[in-house]
């Protein structure tokens, strides 16, 4: 049974913003069956993205009660997209409360960062540290990149413990839970295959529809990731499935070496990958069939990083493009590429920034009858055919580039083996 303190129960009894948010959490570790609340360090919000009146109501609520967050609370993305960025197609009722929401997030003290990458954006919570994070990647990222340890708080909990700076400890906030139980062994698979951008993917997608929220640990992968291919792997097993943290054998801080992850104990599943396994995920991460058409491309879910913009602006080498190619990234990427002069350079090329928001959260892509997106994303390829209404041909960022810059579907030899 929860057990609250002497002074949470005098908060939780009172009738401002402060106790709104300590009942929203005390109820949820009910719910959990979590003995206690403990302290978080930090939050990232996923509850600004305005999905309904109820929602924006909901923030100004707890601003009306005098609500501020008690601890460092960044932003994911928002609704909107700033003045001179990709044009949103919100009706103007939807406009106005989508900024009504942003900006009672901000009256909180949250920081307005609006990225899904805060972890790329100075938002890099300890070893250990426990934290109240919401949207999936990033909360994937932070329990087995970083190995800070938070559940998947959704919408509007993530605000409820920023305020009251406590969280519900169950989950993955207990060491217990955060041992592996399922093995994926990539050995088997070339080392050129392992090394490359466009595997990690289909290899998110293969561990979240394996694992669902089982906590996994990869070998093989020593030596063949980076930071951009671990955040395109936590993307896609938590949208194909329920992930919030694995490990990957001699990379991630929990993982020394698979046995390690596993708690010396046998893995109570293995799954040993094949080439037929993986190009079988590989398909299935594309809807649009055997065609050349290309009507948008879209890249950065997870936000671009501009380790990402830097590796487009390559790839293009001055070109210009024949297809939009929409490019979603944070404020924090933006602002470098400004000062630098790179921004307009990559506009006048034809690519469209999306910031503060993406493709898949809020209108943008244009109406077309029979549309198809391409994208180098996991979770775009999970989520663009349901809320744009485009089907999706998954690709290489290296594809997506010469797609665009063609106009139609460009291949580019890959042994997926």
């Known amino acids: 049974m929860l057990e609250l303190t002497p002074q949470q129960r005098i908060i939780a009894a009172g009738d401002d913003g402060a106790a709104m948010a300590l009942r929203i959490v005390a109820e949820a570790a009910r719910l959990m069956g979590a003995p206690r609340l403990i302290p978080v360090a930090s939050a990232h919000i996923d509850g600004a993205l305005y999905h309904g009146d109820s929602g924006t109501l909901f923030a100004e609520n707890l601003v009306e009660g005098g609500a501020r967050v008690a601890i460092r609370s960044t932003l994911n993305v928002g609704a909107l997209s700033p003045a001179g960025c990709a044009a949103v197609r919100l009706a103007a009722h939807q406009r106005d409360m989508a900024a009504r929401m942003m900006r009672a997030y901000e009256a909180m003290g949250c920081e307005p960062s ?5 972890y ?21 990222f932070c329990n087995s990149v970083l ?46 295959l392992r090394a490359s951008d466009v595997f990690y993917p289909v290899l998110g997608t293969i561990l979240g529809r394996t694992a669902g929220t089982a906590v996994a640990v990869i070998d093989g992968l020593q030596g063949c990731t980076t930071e951009d291919r671990l955040k395109a792997l936590g993307a896609a097993s938590a949208s194909a499935g329920g992930v919030g943290l694995f490990h990957v ?15 010396g104990l046998p893995p109570q599943e293995t799954l040993t990958l094949t080439p037929q396994i993986v190009r079988q995920a590989l398909a299935g991460l594309s809807t649009a069939g055997e065609t050349e058409r290309i009507d948008a491309v879209a890249i950065g879910s997870p936000h671009l990083s501009l380790a990402e913009i830097d590796e487009v602006e390559r790839r293009l080498a001055g070109r210009k493009l ?8 944070g404020r924090h990427v933006l602002r470098p590429l400004e000062m630098q002069g790179r921004r307009a350079a990559l506009e006048q090329a034809g690519v469209i920034f999306v910031v503060d928001t993406c493709v898949v959260v809020t209108p943008i892509l244009p ?7 391409m994208t180098n994303s996991g979770k775009f390829a999970h989520y ?25 579907l460009v291949r580019e030899r890959q042994a997926w083996s």
């Open 322 to 329: 024949e297809a939009p190619l929409y490019a979603n990234t």
């Open 367 to 373: 109406e077309i009858d029979g549309a198809v997106l």
């Open 147 to 192: 190995g800070a340890r938070t559940n998947r708080y959704g919408d509007f909990l993530d605000i409820a413990c920023a305020i009251t700076g406590v969280a519900p400890d169950y989950g993955l906030h207990r060491p217990e839970n955060r041992v592996a139980t399922l093995l994926i062994d990539t050995r088997g698979l070339s080392p050129s």
């Open 114 to 118: 609006w990225t899904c990458a805060p």
């Open 120 to 140: 790329q954006a100075g938002h890099r919570p300890a070893l250990g540290t426990d934290v109240a994070w919401g949207e999936s990647n990033a909360v994937v």
């Open 384 to 408: 663009a055919p349901g809320t744009t209404g485009y089907a999706v041909t998954y690709g290489s960022l290296a594809e997506c580039v010469e797609s665009a810059v063609t106009g139609r």
């Open 249 to 263: 054998a001699g990379v991630t801080p929990e993982a020394q070496d698979a046995t390690t992850a596993l708690g």
